[in-house]
Each structure stands twice: as C-alpha cells, then as structure tokens.
C-alpha cells in the first residue's frame, strides 16, 4: 500500500529528472532506487520508469518545438533505428543482474566527462550539420546499439547520444537535445511495450512520477534553449561526474 506522501515524492523527484535528463542524462540512476524504495522489484521499477520517460520525452520535444527547435525526418529516422535495438535491450533488461555493469558504465562515464572536457570546443560558428549520406547512415547504426542499451536501463545514454550527434553530425548541444528527445520518446514506446508485455510496470506508481518528468521536461526544455550551448557543456561535466560516482562507489 502506497501513502499519500508517497505520491508527493514522486511528482517532485520526478520534476528533478525531468529536468536532468532533457538537458543532460543520466538521471534515471535518481528514480530508479526511488521506485524500488517504494517496493517495486528492480525488473518492476525498470519498466515503471519508462512510462514517465515516455512522458518526459513528449514534453521535452513540444517545449523545444515551442523555442522553433526541430530536426524533423533526421530524428525520426534515428529514432526509428533505435526502436529496434531497443526491443532487443528490454528482453535483456526483463531479468539481468546489472552490479558489474553500473562498474563499467561508470568507467565509460568518466571517458565521457575528459570528451567533455578536452574535446568540446567546437565553436558554434564552425559547425555545419551533416545529416543526410553517409552521416545519417552512420548514424542509423550508431543509434540501433543505443536503442539496444536503452532497452536495457538507458540510465546515462543522454550523454552517448549528445557527443555523437554533436561531433559526428555536427549539431549544437541545443539541437542535439532536441534530437534525443525525439529518438528516446519513440524507442522508449518499444520498451515499454516489452516491460507491459512481461507485467512488469506498475502504472499508477509510473503515471504518478510522468507528471513530474514531464513538467521538469517542459521547463527544462525551453531553459536550455534560453541558455545555449555554454550552460548545457557545464551541467553536462557536472552531471556526468555525479553518475560515475554514484555507479561506483553506491551499487
């Protein structure tokens, strides 16, 4: 049985990663020991958490589509590719022991902090999109092996996608935000659909906490195309360096 505080916590915890994941990522590592506080069997709470991604992710996209922020059919396309992998990565997901995995993500999270760090000095004024021929190609293969890691728990892929799309297609971290959001929204209803499949998501516990990722997504959003480029590579370090903290040292 659920108390009412309990729903409280949610929504608010739910605001917080909404707004970490649409401008960075990772923030599924803040809900995911929320909903197996609350009793949820990890399996459970895996695919429970996907019914507020899938929220979050819709917001996400209407608040940048809102700022005039869209990367129609390239998103789509990436989205669709991802969709498949995910399939795959949520069958996975269903029953796994993920311990020596959150080690090793928490390696690559730190590969990704030093990307950060020494390598994001792309000047917006040099960059010039490359998204059709061999780049969107690249791209649709790329993100298959994402969608299958995002079927499997996402947490932390924001940041894989983001580096990808802003140094292979050459996009700002603005638009490039707003192409995950797409791909996450449309790979994530494949996911979900395999969790549900399996019974393994409570959807009152899900819907609860979708009300505040949404409303973290929307703000999020527009916040980030009002700041650009410079605040997003900061919370992004910031971020990144917080989850391999917290994949290491708190499995």
């Not at 395999?194 to 019974?199: C, G, K, P, W, Y």
Request: net charge positive.
């Amino acid at each position: 049985m659920y108390e009412w505080y309990h729903f409280i916590l949610l929504v608010v915890v739910g605001f917080v990663v909404g707004f970490i994941n649409t401008i960075a990522g990772g923030a599924s590592l803040i809900s995911l020991p929320i909903l197996i506080f609350l009793g949820l069997p990890p399996a459970v709470a895996n695919g429970t958490n996907r019914v507020a991604i899938i929220v979050q992710t819709a917001m996400a996209t209407a608040g940048f589509k809102s700022k005039g922020i869209n990367t129609y059919p390239f998103n789509v396309y990436l989205g669709i590719s991802a969709l498949f992998g995910a399939i795959i990565g949520a069958r996975i997901a269903v029953d796994v022991d993920g311990e020596a995995f959150n080690r090793i993500l928490a390696i690559v999270m730190i590969a990704v902090v030093l990307i950060i760090i020494f390598k994001l000095k792309i000047k917006t004024t040099d960059l010039k999109e490359r998204l059709t021929g061999k780049h969107l190609w690249i791209g649709i293969i790329v993100f298959f092996f994402f969608g299958i890691y995002g079927g499997f728990i996402n947490a932390g892929l924001g940041f894989l996608m983001l580096l990808f799309l802003h140094f292979i297609n050459k996009m700002t971290l603005v638009r490039a935000n707003a192409t995950k959001v797409v791909v996450v929204f449309i790979y994530m209803l494949s996911a979900l659909a395999v969790f549900a499949f399996n019974d393994k998501v409570e959807w009152l516990i899900g819907l609860v906490l979708a009300i505040g990722n949404g409303t973290g997504a929307w703000v999020a959003s527009r916040f980030s195309v009002k700041k650009g480029d410079g605040f997003i590579k900061s919370f992004l370090i910031v971020m990144v360096i917080a989850m391999a903290i917290k994949l290491w040292f708190f499995t």
